[in-house]
C-alpha cells in the first residue's frame, strides 16, 4: 500500500513539475472538485437552475482542451488554461496574495490593480450577479470566482515567507521525493484530508453547519488562511516561524505534521464550499 502511495505521490509531483514556480495551483484538481461539490449540493434548486443555463455557453469560451460541463470543471478552468498564456497570462496574479507572515495582516497588500485573489473574488461576484451582461461573460465570472474562492482557501496562497507560497521550499512527503510545501499542501496533503473524511465533506449541511462554517467576508477568509500559515503550517514544517533570514530550503512534511493539518484541510475544504454556495445564491438567486 506505501508503494502505491508513492507513485501516486510521485506522479503527481511529475505533473506538477512546470509550474513549481508559480502559486497558482490550489488544492489540485481534487480540491477544487469536491469544493465546487460541496457547494452544488448546498445552492439553492433556482441557483442550480441558473449555474445549468450558464454553463450552456461554454463552448464560446473556446477553450475545447479545458472543457466545461458542469461546475467541478469550472473549478478547474482557471488553472487548465495556464497552459495558454497567449490568451490567459493576465489572469495568472488573480490566483494568489502574497502576505508576509512576518508583517501584520494587510489584506491591500500586494494588490496592484486588483489583481490578487480577494480582489478577483469581489469583481466576479459583481460580474456574475449583472443580468446586463452576456451569457458568456457572466459564466466567466462563474468560473473564476468557483476557483478563486477555492485558491483562497488555501493557506500558501495567501500567507508567505518570501518562497513563493512555500514553492522555493523543497520538501518531502514521506517516502515522496522532489516536492515543495506549496505541492505537498496542493495535492497529497489535501487528498488524504478530504478522502479519509468522516462524514464526507461533499454532502449537504445542515443549517446549524453552515452558520457556523459560511461567516465573514473575503477579507476574513484572506486572514484565516493567513493565520492557518503563520501559526501552524510555517511552524510545522521549521520548527518555528521563520522571519529570521534563516529558512532552509528543505523541509520534510513529517507524519506528525500530515496528521494534524487533516482536520485543519477539511475545514479549509468545508468553509470554501459552504461560502461559494452563500455567494453563488446571492449573485444568482
Known sequence: MMRGLFLVVAAFASL?????????????AYGHRTIAAIALQNVKPATRAQIRRLLHAAPELVTPECPVKSLEDASVWPDCVRR???RWAYTFPWHYQ?????KPFDVKANCSYGNCVTAQID???LLLADRRLSTERRLEALIFLTHFVGDLHQPLHV???QDLGGNRVKADYGMATGLNLHSIWDGPEAERAISSASPPLVRRYSDGEKTRLATG????WAKESWE???????????????CNGTEPDHVEWTNAAIEKAIPIVDERIERAGLRL?????????
Open 16 to 28: 506538477a513539475a512546470p509550474f513549481a514556480a508559480s502559486p497558482a495551483l490550489a488544492w489540485g
Open 84 to 86: 495558454d498564456g497567449a
Open 98 to 102: 502574497n502576505i508576509s507572515v512576518c
Open 123 to 125: 469583481r466576479n461576484a
Open 159 to 161: 500567507g508567505e515567507n
Open 217 to 220: 467576508s473575503v477579507a476574513d
Open 228 to 242: 492557518v500559515s503563520r501559526d501552524f503550517l510555517y511552524p510545522a514544517a521549521f520548527g518555528k516561524l521563520p
Open 277 to 285: 454556495a452563500k455567494m453563488l445564491d446571492k449573485a444568482l438567486g
